[in-house]
């Protein structure tokens, strides 16, 4: 029998069926990939329903076969629902699926070849490889296509003007970062950009991240904060409490005054008006937060940490160091796809602890240097008094890389449960209103 996995193919449809979540990648699958013919029709009409933006469940397929003259009948779809599939596999199987494809044609290619090569039809043969050979690097690059120049260049221009246009018009589109110095060094958070922000525990990664994506929020752009370590009320919490400035140990044992409740009270109301969605499935893989990202169209993402994100594989035997690095480029590719930037939180190794210079270093990046090398920009904090035992507010915020522009470390000031941060020449030049 030809290469094939009808029941990898069965629980694609039955998750289309039943996933709205997957409806997003349907344009990059090919109906062409399934072995089974009524799991080609049954794409075909999947397809064919999500390019007129209808519905997809198993009726509307249902009836759409029956427009067709499909003689599939009703529970040959309902069979398709595999309840023992995996919907965090949805990627997975759709790999097996194509890579069976791609067997069955070379396979196909090469019964040509022998038939030729016994029936001494040299010149044919050797046009049948050449064939193979441009079947196999087309596979590969499928999805990649060549731009013309000026294409691009016209293109880098209308973009141009616009920018221009809005600037004289009063209207400022992009995602500004609430800290002067940090804002000029890098233009704001530019879309399609990887950015990495690390440190060692308690030097503030979360809390520094919250600042910058509630104070967009609060500019009216989306955000999107994948949480895989801290619970969606621990956040929201996190977030109130650094606008009404009331320290976490006392709101944790219940010593607040009246005013401070009214306060957090009043704060909360106020978050409704927020576009700021929280994902805090724990163990998700970089191929979730791609489908997740698609959906919700934001304007920021953050995903809080690196280290707990899953491999796609439960059976991935790569090292440690390889498995970051897939996951670090699965992250860039969502950046560039989705058009936002991406800012991943991720720890530093103990190394930083032992040296007389407490500023970590590129070297430090736990895990994989391919974390360095796939980030456009890479920002670490530290806290000098945590260190010298002081009570000092200070923290060094240092850029280590940046792809497009200057690198530097320069301070910035916390308050004392390092949930806001300001600049260093004006304390309360970071509180915006909703």
Request: charge should be neutral; glycine fraction near 2%; hydrophobic fraction near 35%.
């Amino acid at each position: 029998m030809p290469p094939q996995a009808p029941d990898i193919e069965n629980a694609i449809i039955g998750l289309l069926l039943t996933q709205p979540n997957y409806h997003d990648l349907i344009p990059t699958i090919n109906k062409n990939w399934f072995f089974l013919t009524e799991n080609q029709d049954i794409f075909d009409a999947i397809a064919k329903l999500y390019e007129s933006k209808k519905n997809i469940d198993i009726l509307t397929v249902n009836e759409f076969l029956k427009n067709q003259k499909k003689n599939i009948e009703h529970h040959v779809l309902s069979n398709k629902i595999n309840f023992n599939a995996s919907f965090n596999s949805f990627n997975e199987y759709v790999s097996i699926v194509k890579e069976k494809a791609l067997q069955r044609t070379a396979l196909s290619f090469m019964h040509n070849i022998t038939s030729m090569a016994y029936k001494d039809e040299v010149l044919d043969m050797i046009n049948e490889i050449n064939n193979l050979n441009d079947f196999v690097i087309n596979a590969h690059i499928q999805d990649v296509k060549a731009v013309d120049i000026i294409e691009t260049a016209s293109n880098n221009y209308k973009s141009l003007v616009k920018k221009v246009n809005d600037r004289r018009s009063g209207i400022d589109n992009s995602l500004k970062i609430p800290l002067k110095k940090l804002q000029k060094t890098l233009g704001g958070w530019q879309p399609k950009d990887l950015i990495i922000i690390a440190a060692r525990p308690s030097m503030g990664k979360t809390a520094f991240a919250l600042f910058c994506a509630k104070y967009l929020a609060k500019k009216n752009k989306k955000v999107l904060f994948f949480s895989l370590e801290m619970s969606k009320e621990s956040l929201v919490d996190r977030m109130i409490l650094a606008e009404c400035d009331i320290s976490f140990e006392a709101y944790r044992e219940g010593y607040l005054t009246d005013t401070e409740v009214k306060n957090y009270k009043q704060v909360a109301e106020n978050f409704k008006y927020l576009d700021f969605k929280i994902v805090d499935k724990s163990n998700i893989k970089s191929s979730e937060i791609k489908i997740i990202t698609k959906k919700e169209k934001p304007d920021l993402v953050i995903v809080d940490y690196l280290g707990l994100i899953r491999n796609e594989s439960e059976n991935d035997k790569s090292t440690k160091n390889e498995q970051i690095g897939k996951i670090t480029k699965n992250l860039k590719t969502t950046a560039k796809e989705c058009d936002c930037p991406i800012i991943l939180i991720s720890q530093l190794n103990r190394n930083v602890e032992s040296r007389s210079c407490k500023i970590p270093t590129l070297s430090d990046l736990r895990d994989s240097g391919e974390i360095e090398q796939d980030a456009d920009i890479v920002i670490f904090l530290s806290r000098p008094g945590m260190y010298e035992q002081d009570d000092s507010r200070l923290v060094d915020i240092s850029i280590a890389k940046h792809r497009n522009g200057a690198i530097g470390t320069f301070q910035a000031t916390h308050n004392e449960n390092i949930t806001e941060f300001y600049d260093i020449d004006n304390f309360e030049s970071n509180k915006t209103p909703f």
